[in-house]
């Protein structure tokens, strides 16, 4: 079992915890991710490593309540315990010096963008980051985003912070004013298509970090299967980074969508009975 040791909250529905795992920290790299149980009885969830301490023999992930095993894991606090962790998984960040990277993060994923922006900058590239959510108070990490950028910009749907409008609009002028060399997409799966459209316009190399459903994080289960250049990937195994002009969004957004009336079903009675 691995020990919740701090808990902050970013907004009413995005929590950051603190989690004892040293070899995990250890061994993790940009673009790693874990697969947690909350419980005994709890489903299996994957979520992208934001960071780690070796010192401390930490790890950090950054949450959304929206499910029943997300707000189980919101509710933990310092001290409780998580019954299942296991990591790192996935393949790690192919990172390099490259020029200008343009990164772009939407909604909670942020989180799974900061090592990635982090670990550009020490590479020695320039880093662009558009970090974009509906309104301000969904607007996380941008002080630690800030710290390995070069520039910043903050985009919100409906203008209550930053510049108002969408995260291509951003990624659209920064691409005009300059010549940018690769480009990182990290959100919600239609963020991600759209973003992904942008840059095939401009012809610029990208990587989506694809948030599948998952099950077992080996390649076993095959719940995590995505299309890629016309193929049959695991996202957990091939992934989660892919290139972003060959992924079959469309597919993979009606995968998504599988189980949505038996989540919300879940999520109504876990409501329900903690009124």
Do not use: W
Not at 37 to 52: A, C, F, H, M
Not at 57 to 78: C, D, Y
Not at 200 to 213: D, F, G, V
């Amino acid at each position: 079992m691995n020990k919740v040791v701090s808990k902050e909250f970013f907004s009413e529905n995005v929590v950051r915890l603190e989690i004892e795992a040293p070899r995990i920290a250890k061994a993790r790299r940009a673009g790693h991710f874990v697969i947690l149980r909350v419980d005994e009885k709890g489903e299996r969830i994957p979520l992208t490593i934001s960071g780690s301490n070796v010192a401390k023999g930490t790890i950090t992930l950054v949450i959304q309540r929206v499910g029943v095993t997300s707000r189980k894991l919101a509710e933990l606090e310092p001290g409780d315990m998580i019954t299942d962790l296991v990591g790192p998984l996935g393949q790690a960040t192919d990172v390099k010096k490259a020029g200008t990277i343009l990164a772009c993060g939407g909604g909670v994923g942020v989180a799974p963008l900061l090592p990635i922006v982090e670990a550009n900058k020490k590479a020695g590239n320039r880093v662009i980051s558009i970090i974009a959510a509906r309104s301000k108070d969904l607007i996380i990490l941008e002080d630690q985003i800030r710290e390995f950028s070069d520039e910043v910009i903050v985009m919100t749907d409906d203008g209550s912070y930053g510049e108002k409008g969408l995260i291509t609009e951003g990624m659209e002028r920064v691409i005009k004013r300059e010549k940018v060399d690769e480009a990182v997409i990290i959100g919600p799966a239609i963020m991600m298509k759209f973003a992904a459209e942008v840059t095939r316009k401009y012809e610029i190399p990208s990587i989506a970090s694809l948030n599948t459903i998952m099950v077992d994080g080996t390649g076993m289960c095959g719940a995590c299967r995505v299309t890629v250049d016309g193929k049959t990937k695991f996202v957990c195994v091939d992934g989660p980074e892919f290139d972003a002009h060959k992924v079959d969004f469309d597919e993979m957004l009606m995968r998504l969508s599988g189980y949505k009336d038996f989540e919300k079903d879940a999520n109504d009675r876990y409501l329900n009975q903690h009124k």
